[in-house]
């Protein structure tokens, strides 16, 4: 998993665990995470693609709001398992590439010294 499919995942997810009915619009995502629209769309779009998410355009005339209509995006309860699970497995495989970095480092320092 990269960081930014990362970054995205826990956005949805904290808001999805304080109330699973609340959505948030994609600006507001990047907001949260830091990252440019062209790089926060594209994973909005794979994620909706793979069922993680719902997504819902607001109720607004643009003309008399002066802005854009904002599309929501909310994860679905199947989304927000995988994302948890997926989430969980990056972390561990983090863990295990940063403890065999160590080793390999105490290896290399053994080495030397020997």
Do not use: C, F, K
Request: charged share 30%; no cysteine; proline share 4%.
């Amino acid at each position: 998993m990269t960081t930014t499919v990362r970054l995205v995942l826990e956005a949805l997810l904290q808001v999805w665990e304080d109330d699973p009915t609340a959505s948030l619009y994609g600006l507001e995502i990047t907001a949260r995470t830091g990252l440019l629209p062209g790089t926060t769309y594209p994973i909005l779009q794979r994620l909706l693609d793979h069922g993680w998410l719902t997504d819902e355009w607001e109720d607004l005339d643009p003309h008399e709001a002066a802005r854009p209509r904002r599309r929501y995006y909310r994860l679905t309860e199947d989304g927000a398992r995988q994302a948890r699970e997926a989430l969980r497995n990056a972390v561990a495989r983090s863990d295990a590439r940063r403890l065999a970095w160590a080793r390999g480092l105490d290896a290399a320092a053994r080495h030397e010294s020997a």
